[in-house]
């Protein structure tokens, strides 16, 4: 185990779609605790305006895409209502498992969460028909994504026309100080965290994925690329947090 950790942390990175689910897998356990130490419990702010984006809406199908642990699947939940439907897909399988588990023990005390299906699956190539969801949410998931522009087209693609996409994940900055803070947060508050689970080398891939990542101008950019007739991207959290929002014709 530790020999794969060490060979993951080699400057190529993780190159391969198996390898981060691996990298997600072992994450899983500890994702939501560690999001509520690092954003100070303001990632529930975040993801409220992203399904708030989304224009998602009493009654309405809608998708999120890297599900992860099922917070923006919950707020979905609750937003299209038990007349409405929400598919939550992710391809790590420990991952669905903690999403699950979370929804089982949501269940017990509101049966109006029974409108949620779990789906392990690729972003890249997702199995639903073409022109499904009234709208698309994903929390943290296009940054980790290889082939970001055939994600993007697979979300075209599922989107009812007039529907909307709203993507949140850490910004990259095109601010030089707000870059400087980015790297300072993570190499000095949020790793030195993060070890004491066992858990630096993931961390450290997080900050080279922030680094690889596309800006504002170039995520709305390709929205547009991929066939979306509008794009805008906003920086939230004084500028380290970014959504966008996208829409088809």
């Known amino acids: 185990m530790e020999d794969e950790a060490v060979r993951l942390r080699h400057d190529e990175g993780i190159d391969s779609t198996e390898e981060r689910q691996d990298l997600f897998d072992r994450i899983a356990p500890f994702y939501d605790k560690l999001n509520d130490v690092f954003s100070l419990g303001m990632h529930r702010l975040w993801k409220r305006w992203t399904v708030s984006w989304s224009g998602a809406k009493e009654g309405d199908m809608v998708l999120d895409v890297c599900c992860g642990s ?6 979905l939940s609750q937003t299209v209502g038990t007349n409405g439907k929400v598919i939550a897909i992710d391809f790590s399988k420990d991952f669905l498992q903690v ?37 698309v949410t994903m929390g943290f998931g296009l ?19 007039g529907s909307k996409v709203s993507v949140l994940d850490f910004n990259k900055s095109t601010s030089w100080l707000k870059s400087k803070f980015q790297d300072w947060a993570i190499g000095y508050v949020i790793i030195p965290i993060v070890s004491l689970y066992g858990l630096k080398w993931i961390y450290e891939y997080v900050l080279k994925s922030i680094r690889e990542y596309m800006t504002g101008d170039e995520l709305e950019k ?14 939230i959290a004084v500028g380290l947090m970014g959504v966008l929002v996208a829409k088809r014709l």
């Open 143 to 161: 940054r980790n994504i290889i082939d970001k522009k055939k994600a993007m087209e697979e979300i075209h693609r599922v989107l009812k026309p």
């Open 99 to 135: 999403a699950a588990s979370r929804h089982h023990q949501l269940m017990n005390h509101n049966r109006s969460f029974n409108n949620i299906e779990w789906f392990r699956g690729d972003a890249t190539n997702m199995p639903f028909p073409d022109s499904t969801f009234d709208a």
């Open 70 to 75: 099922g917070d923006l699947s919950f707020l």
């Open 222 to 235: 390709l929205a547009l690329e991929v066939g979306f007739s509008e794009a805008k991207h906003h920086e």
